[in-house]
Nanobody, 116 residues
Framework: QVQLVESGGGLVQPGGSLRLSCAASGFTFSRYSMTWYRQAPGKEREWVAV????????NYADSVKGRFTISRDNAKNTLYLQMNSLKPEDTAVYYC?????????WGQGTLVTVSS
């Protein structure tokens, strides 16, 4: 069965950094463009970043450009999100998925809290 397991979240001060991971299984990870989303309490889910299947192209939401970097290791079936210069407005539960949410399922997400 398809599984997406996000990890790496935690509490960090403004200006700090975190690296999130998404361990994928149950599908051919290397064939899919992958995305990160986030959802803050009481708000709708927001798209954050995307990476193509071989990792050769990326794109980002304007709110995170220049601060976040999406990457992947297809040999490990793992997606990453390096988050630098974190701001309180980055506080959210972060989720990974395929582009277009084609698996029909979501993981539990990992909570990032940016606070002083």
């Amino acid at each position: 069965q398809v599984q997406l397991v996000e990890s790496g979240g935690g509490l960090v001060q403004p200006g700090g950094s975190l690296r999130l991971s998404c361990a994928a299984s149950g599908f051919t990870f290397s064939r899919y463009s992958m995305t990160w989303y986030r959802q803050a309490p009481g708000k709708e889910r927001e798209w954050v970043a995307v990476i193509t299947s071989a990792g050769r192209s990326t794109n980002y939401a304007d709110s995170v450009k220049g601060r976040f970097t999406i990457s992947r290791d297809n040999a490990k079936n793992t997606l990453y999100l390096q988050m630098n210069s974190l701001k309180p407005e980055d506080t959210a539960v972060y989720y990974c998925n395929t582009l277009g949410e084609t698996l029909g399922a979501w993981g539990q997400g990992t909570l990032v809290t940016v606070s002083s």
